[in-house]
């Protein structure tokens, strides 16, 4: 079953509090991200000098404090293969000495062992150089690895270290000689790299231009450690704006709309770096109404973000999250079309999983997922749901692994968990209830409109005023010739006009002057 080209555009919300980041897929919502413009947030890819607090030797790791309230974690595997030289060059870096010729000049030595004790390289108090690869989740503070690397479009760059690699995704082997042997051409001494799939075909020129600017963000984190006498932020990776751009833009982009000059001329000068040519699809937008609400984001937002999910045609899911697992119910609602069960459920089924692929990368949902599909008699129509949601997520940046459904209709989907998961709260307390469930009964509503009618006159002196009400309580007061409206013009000597509007809840009432204004 083949899978829709699909149109890519991302759209970018900048205001004081946080940018948020939506990338929309045929016009659909696929991904949302944010970045707080306040206060300090731990990012995957941060580089921080902590001092580690506390050995574990039961779990053959540490907790390291880098700033935060929850102390990071650092498990012995995640030292990396050369941390004797990291932790060298972290000892005897100060301001007197020349950094450059210490990093050159710091032997690599041998690679630690897979059995080795966490507590035969790290110490309390020890100041250590860790990069975040989790953020903090719940009770549990940010995951760490002592191996440091640095992401560009192209390139990873990897400090002490020699070895350099080539993806996987490029088949041709003349082309992942000549872009070993280049990259290794260029590398100074101490530093290896990983060559990514986004470097097939570019030129020379490209590559040393990006491996030197890797290495100049490196090298100007050093003044930092230096000079840091307790726990600090080295560099972060980049922003998420053009970490989102680095590692999504390809040739199906169409547009990137930002409604900010200056992270739209970031932006535009970031990829005429690393995709020259293709800086013209970036566009700022300075539209009157917001741009997330111009390109049907904020709509879009808050039909995607609840419990229940409608889909097509009266079908829903239900989501679930919880601190162990993710869990996803299949309904299949009101829909009934035709007279095969089974043909329904898998139609329902279909459905079902692309909306659950886009979930998956909108929510950021990470962990075991846990799908319970409609269940289906007919092995072929298993199969192909398995096959189908493996297709619709292969564009899943996340690892993950998509196991086949089980006898009782359960599909177990695992993945990467690098951050909480996203929730935003679109639902509103009740203006009349407030929250507690319960309104004034009935029997009353009259005087309260009543009471509210006299505060108004007595404190603004208006004579002449409208009142909008739900079209059955507007029924109520007008009824009959002595009716409750009659009654209360003669008593505060008054004109009032009723307006019913179906909008309105059954309590629910609004006043306003000869001149359209709120009262």
Not at 109 to 137: A, S
Not at 324 to 343: C, F, M, P, T
């Amino acid at each position: 079953m083949e899978i829709e080209k699909t149109e890519k555009d991302l759209v970018i919300d900048v205001s004081e509090e946080e940018v948020r980041i939506a990338l929309t897929e045929n016009h659909r919502l696929a991904e949302l991200n944010r970045e707080s413009s306040k206060g300090r947030s731990f990012s995957v890819g941060d580089v921080y000098l902590g001092k580690v607090k506390k050995i574990l030797p039961s779990l053959n790791a540490a907790f390291v404090d880098i700033g935060d309230t929850k102390e990071a974690f650092i498990h012995y595997l995640d030292l990396g293969l050369y941390f004797t030289a990291f932790a060298t060059f972290v000892r005897e870096s100060n301001p007197n000495r020349r950094l450059g010729d210490l990093f050159s000049k710091i032997e690599l030595g041998p690679v630690l062992g897979k059995e080795g004790r966490i507590e035969d390289y790290l110490k309390p108090g020890q100041m250590v150089m860790g990069q975040i690869v989790k953020e903090p989740i719940s009770t549990k503070g940010s995951r760490l690895t002592a191996e440091i690397s640095l992401a560009g479009r192209n390139i990873v760059l990897l400090p002490f270290a020699e070895k350099v690699s080539v993806s996987q995704k490029i088949s041709s082997k003349e082309e992942k000689k000549r872009l070993e042997t280049l990259v290794r051409s260029i590398l100074p001494k101490n530093y290896g790299a990983i060559i990514r799939t986004a470097a097939e075909g570019k030129t020379a020129a490209s590559l040393v231009a990006e491996v030197h600017s890797l290495i100049a963000k490196w090298e100007n984190s050093w003044s930092r450690l230096a000079r840091c006498k307790g726990t600090e932020l080295l560099f972060s990776e980049c922003s998420k704006t053009t970490a989102v751009v680095r590692d999504l833009l390809n040739d199906t982009f169409s547009n990137i709309y930002i409604n900010d000059e200056k992270i739209c001329d970031e932006v535009r000068s970031y990829i005429a770096m690393i995709s020259p040519g293709q800086e013209k699809i970036v566009k700022f937008y300075n539209g009157k109404e917001p741009v997330f609400d111009h390109f049907e984001i904020s709509r879009q937002i808050k039909s995607s973000f609840g419990k229940i999910i409608p889909m097509k045609q009266g079908a829903y899911l239900v989501i679930e999250t919880t601190e162990a697992l993710n869990v996803i119910d299949v309904n299949s609602g009101i829909r009934v079309k035709g007279s095969d069960q089974e043909v329904n459920s898998f139609e329902v089924n279909k459905i079902a999983a692309e909306e659950i692929a886009r979930q998956l990368r909108l929510r950021d949902m990470g962990g075991i997922v846990i799908v319970d599909f409609i269940d289906m008699d007919n092995s072929e129509h298993r199969n192909e749901l398995f096959k189908y949601m493996q297709e619709l997520m292969a564009n899943d940046r996340a690892k993950h692994n998509v196991l086949p459904l089980t006898k009782f209709g359960l599909m177990q989907i695992t993945r990467q968990r690098i951050r909480p998961v996203t929730q935003i709260n679109t639902t509103e307390k009740c203006p009349f209830c407030h929250g507690t469930g319960k309104i004034a009964s009935t029997i009353v509503a009259d005087e309260e409109i009543e009471r509210a009618l006299s505060d108004i006159i007595d404190s603004k002196g208006v004579k002449k005023l409208t009142v909008t009400l739900n079209p059955v309580m507007g029924a109520y007061l007008t009824r009959g010739w002595n009716s409750f409206i009659r009654k209360w013009q003669k008593k505060y000597k008054c004109r009032i006009k009723v307006n019913e509007s179906t909008d309105f809840s059954f309590l629910q009432c609004e006043f306003r002057n000869e001149k359209g204004e709120l009262l």
